[in-house]
T-cell receptor
Framework: KAGVTQTPRYLIKTRGQQVTLSCSPISGHRSVSWYQQTPGQGLQFLFEYFSETQRNKGNFPGRFSGRQFSNSRSEMNVSTLELGDSALYLC???????????????FGSGTRLTVV | GESVGLHLPTLSVQEGDNSIINCAYSNSASDYFIWYKQESGKGPQFIIDIRSNMDKRQGQRVTVLLNKTVKHLSLQIAATQPGDSAVYFCAENGEGGKLIFGQGTELSVKP
């Protein structure tokens, strides 16, 4: 079956712009989590969505937001981009909410965002 | 705060040797741990996991050891191959089910 699909793979934006990233989970998976990966901070949790509701949120400013649609596809948005937002944004899908210990996570290949 | 850290940022081994990657975690209440492998241009890929009621778990060529007394986790790769070259992350099941990742260790396998 198809894995987790993230689009676009690469993106270049200018400071102050906003960006929307998309994640299509594995068919049948209803939970989508987002992570930011940078060389300095490593992998950090952004938020998790399940059944179109945000279930958990990490320590990121309000410029980072997300949503989930009825087909479980998820988008994350970053407004007023800063240079420090340059990162690989990864999404992970799971059968249900409740953590990797219960249902496991499968990661996509990520979207590489560069802010100039 | 919550953290999962790695002792060695880089590890270079000869093909055929065994590799050991270490990780320290801070939350003694953590009950589930995972090792991920991340190759260039890809997302983290599950390797092996272990629950806190176990000390050791074996997979194909990989073994994870958990020492709850000193809050230490290790990944052992037997007969390391060039295809094992990647960055390895340990992760801990955090509050609300989020994953808390370590900083990663880059494994380089010399042919």
């Amino acid at each position: 079956k198809a894995g987790v699909t993230q689009t676009p793979r690469y993106l270049i934006k200018t400071r102050g712009q906003q960006v929307t990233l998309s994640c299509s989970p594995i068919s049948g998976h209803r939970s989508v989590s987002w992570y930011q990966q940078t060389p300095g901070q490593g992998l950090q949790f952004l938020f998790e969505y399940f059944s179109e509701t945000q279930r958990n949120k990490g320590n990121f400013p309000g410029r980072f937001s997300g949503r989930q649609f009825s087909n479980s596809r998820s988008e994350m948005n970053v407004s007023t981009l800063e240079l420090g937002d340059s990162a690989l944004y990864l999404c992970a899908s799971s059968l249900a909410s409740g953590g990797a210990g219960n249902y496991g996570y499968t990661f996509g290949s990520g979207t590489r965002l560069t802010v100039v | 705060g919550e953290s999962v850290g790695l002792h060695l940022p880089t590890l270079s081994v000869q093909e055929g040797d065994n590799s050991i990657i270490n990780c320290a975690y801070s939350n003694s209440a953590s009950d589930y741990f995972i090792w991920y492998k991340q190759e260039s241009g890809k997302g983290p890929q599950f390797i092996i996991d272990i629950r806190s009621n176990m000390d050791k778990r074996q997979g194909q060529r990989v073994t994870v050891l958990l020492n709850k007394t000193v809050k230490h986790l290790s990944l052992q790769i037997a007969a390391t191959q060039p295809g094992d070259s990647a960055v390895y992350f340990c992760a801990e099941n955090g509050e609300g089910g989020k994953l808390i990742f370590g900083q990663g260790t880059e494994l380089s396998v010399k042919p």
